[in-house]
């Protein structure tokens, strides 16, 4: 078996590795807003029914 990503991350040079870890940042940010969204459409949805 391959080399897990925490490896791989351990191994990028720290620039690198920073990078990588602040565009999974913000697309986890970007994920839970529109999942919020989601959730308050939804509830909006109910409400006028």
């Known amino acids: 078996m391959g080399r897990t990503l925490?490896?791989?991350l351990a191994s990028l040079p720290e620039d690198r590795r920073?990078?990588?870890e602040e565009r999974a940042q913000e697309l986890?940010?970007?994920?839970?807003e529109f999942?919020?969204?989601e959730t308050?459409?939804?509830?909006e949805m109910k409400d006028a029914d």
């Open 18 to 20: 920073k990078d990588i």
């Open 28 to 32: 986890l940010t970007t994920l839970q």
């Open 40 to 43: 308050t459409s939804t509830a």
């Open 6 to 8: 925490d490896e791989i």
């Open 35 to 37: 999942r919020e969204d």
